[in-house]
């Protein structure tokens, strides 16, 4: 009976060494796929700031040539308009001229 008892003794320690080895184990399974999560974590992060810088980037240049366009279609308008204000100087000259001959000054 004493036999008995010293072998299940025996195997109890044996399970619970094994039981400690597997919580070891699995400690450090944990603590590696901690780490290799980070690190994707560390990189995704790197990669999505880049992609945002890059847009952003892309979102300033695009305004800056919007910017452009828009500054040089006024401009275009602006020498439009005065070039064709310039060509109506003559006619508007002549139609006021023509009105002020035309007044009666009530001199007669």
């Known amino acids: 009976m ?3 008892v010293e072998r299940v003794l025996e195997e109890e320690e044996k399970a619970r ?3 400690e080895q597997a919580r ?6 944990r603590a590696r796929v ?5 690190s994707v974590l560390s990189e995704a ?4 700031i880049l992609r945002i810088r890059e847009r952003v980037e892309q979102a300033r240049q695009e305004a800056r040539d919007l910017e452009t366009r828009a500054a040089r279609e006024a401009e275009n308008q602006s ?3 005065w070039e064709s204000a310039r060509d109506r ?3 508007l000259s002549r139609e006021i001229a023509d ?3 035309a007044v009666d000054l009530g001199n007669g």
């Open 89 to 91: 100087i003559p006619e």
């Open 17 to 19: 060494i094994r039981i």
């Open 99 to 101: 009105r002020i001959l």
């Open 24 to 29: 070891s184990r699995a400690a450090a399974e």
């Open 79 to 81: 020498r439009a308009a």
């Open 2 to 4: 004493l036999n008995i």
């Open 45 to 48: 992060r790197a990669a999505a």
């Open 34 to 38: 901690d780490a290799e999560a980070d």
